[in-house]
């Protein structure tokens, strides 16, 4: 099925008008200083300046500013001492770096965790009227690992004064102390007004905790979660835990989310989720298959923001995978986040989709605006340098099966193939441009299944120089990948099976300018 030729129909949308709109786009996009102007260098992506990243850490929103703090290591493009490190933004679309915010210290490296806005002060740091920001972290202790220890995992607290710009860590540290367990890491805390307590839910292995806490710095467990539910290919991590509403009803359902280091949909790391009911004591779910956020090979240790203006809940994740994130093959930089993304709940045939979708600062109205594209000519189209190295395309496809490829004149391409006929989208990555750095990487397609799409839905796809994000549907069903061409992809590329055109509605091009301008 795979190897199914399509040799019939080659479209290609065109859009000789759009053209224009994208050179411009480009103009603006290619003015990017030498240090975000690096090959395969996310343009809209957030990623460091320099050194190595991993997960997205304390996502966080207070007085007008957005924080990402991210799991650092500045010394190296491979994992080491972590740190947290900082960027601000005021719309989650352009960001500032910040200073580092915690340094490892005699306690331990500092691992993943999250942030909460203290607004009644319960932790008593706040001083004179100020709020403080509390960051909750693991203390990872490498020398005792190393000497075959098992009580390396920790939880610290830090807080700001100063929204983030300066941190003090808690002399009380740990507040949560572990002898006993060896994965005890990446706690996840949030206000929870039915009890007026903290919540915290962090992960052991195999299964996720849950603490009280009325100050931030006493613990008591409260109850466990997952031992003989859902995905177990890997090790749990990075959790969260979350009210939402479901759409077009008052109905409300608690979500876990948790990543697991392998065993994912794709090979690898993989984030699964669990819809159910949290009583203020226990997280309760029936659902007994795993469900996964992103069929995608690279979106792994994703959280939500704390505290969104709106309420929104606000989702960032790590765009990459265990299975290779050491080796990709970028230069003075490793690895970035996933476009931030709006989450909701639709509830289908009595299960719940949780869906992910680009907040609405990613609705680009304006580029190429077609109406129909009828696919039903063999000129191939190229658009110019660029364009499609950064850019979201989008377009209501009918339920039919067809092939979409972007590529480079070097004949690299990353495929897209809609099956209808086995409901599966069969993403392929084995010839989008550099794949050789590691076996895993390049060695076979991405599968997602997309049963019980509409008869008519939406295919959005943002590329930037190293990764491509594929929404259906609004969300329902993502992918998110990493592709790195060795030189733009300029060509797209729409082919059917049969002779029969098939039609596009709603056809949207847009280059999507660099947000790294000015920046040195
Ligand atoms: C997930 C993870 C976390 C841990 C962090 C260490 O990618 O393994 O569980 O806190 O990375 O950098």
Not at 125 to 141: E, H, I, Q
Request: charge should be negative; glycine fraction near 8%; include cysteine.
């Amino acid at each position: 099925m795979i190897q199914r030729i399509y040799t019939l129909f080659v479209v290609v949308v065109l859009l000789t008008a759009c053209k224009e709109e994208v050179e411009k786009e480009k103009a603006v996009a290619v003015k990017t200083t030498k240090q975000y102007a690096e090959t395969y260098r996310p343009q809209y992506h957030f990623s460091p300046k320099s050194g190595w990243m991993n997960d997205p850490n304390g996502l966080v929103y207070h007085d007008g500013i957005y924080h990402l703090f991210y799991q650092y290591f500045p010394d190296a493009t491979v994992w080491g001492p972590m740190h947290w490190g900082h960027a601000v933004s005021q719309d989650l679309v352009n960001w500032k770096h910040k200073p580092i915010a915690l340094f490892p210290d005699e306690k331990g490296f500092i691992f993943s965790g999250s942030a909460v806005v203290d607004v009644n002060n319960t932790s008593g740091f706040g001083k004179d009227g100020k709020v403080p920001l509390v960051a909750v972290f693991t203390y990872f202790r490498l020398d005792i690992e190393k000497a075959g220890g098992i009580n390396t995992q920790t939880q610290g607290i830090a807080y700001s004064l100063d929204n983030g710009d300066t941190w003090i860590k808690y002399e009380g540290n740990p507040v949560l102390d572990n002898t006993t367990m060896k994965d005890f890491r990446d706690p996840k805390v949030f206000w929870h007004e039915d009890t007026e307590s903290w919540i915290m839910v962090l992960v052991a292995g195999d299964h996720a905790k849950l603490y009280r806490s009325k100050n931030l710095k006493d613990w008591n467990h409260i109850s466990d979660f997952g031992k003989e539910q859902g995905a177990h290919g890997g090790v749990w991590e990075c959790p969260d835990l979350f009210k939402l509403k479901v759409e077009g009803s008052d109905e409300e359902k608690w979500v876990l989310i948790i990543s697991i280091g392998s065993g994912g949909p794709n090979g690898g790391s993989g984030t699964q989720y669990f819809i159910g009911n949290f009583d203020g004591d226990n997280f309760i779910s029936d659902q007994t298959m795993h469900r996964w956020l992103d069929w995608g090979a690279d979106n792994y240790a994703g959280v939500t923001y704390n505290n969104t203006p709106n309420g929104d809940r606000i989702f960032v994740g790590w765009m990459s995978n265990w299975q290779y994130a050491l080796k990709t093959p970028t230069s003075t930089w490793r690895s970035a986040m996933t476009l931030p993304r709006k989450l909701s709940l639709k509830k289908r045939d009595g299960f719940y989709d949780l869906k992910n979708y680009p907040i609405s600062r990613f609705d680009f109205s304006k580029g190429l605006s077609g109406q129909k594209k009828i696919i039903d000519s063999t000129q191939p189209f190229n658009l110019t340098e660029n364009a499609l190295g950064q850019a979201v395309i989008s377009f209501k496809a009918p339920k039919k099966s067809f092939k979409l490829s972007v590529g480079n004149v070097l004949g690299e391409a990353t495929t897209l193939l809609f099956d209808m006929n086995s409901n599966l989208l069969m993403l392929d990555r084995t010839k989008s441009g550099k794949t050789n750095f590691n076996y895993e990487f390049g060695n076979k397609l991405h599968y997602m299944p997309v049963k019980d799409l509409p008869e008519e839905f939406e295919v959005k796809l943002f590329l930037d120089r190293s990764s491509i994000e594929i929404f259906l549907n609004k969300g329902q069903y993502v992918m998110t990948d990493q592709i790195f061409p060795t030189a733009a992809y300029t060509n797209l590329t729409i082919e059917n099976e049969s002779m029969n055109s098939i039609e596009l509605d709603d056809f949207k091009l847009q280059g999507i300018s660099s947000i790294w301008e000015g920046d040195d």
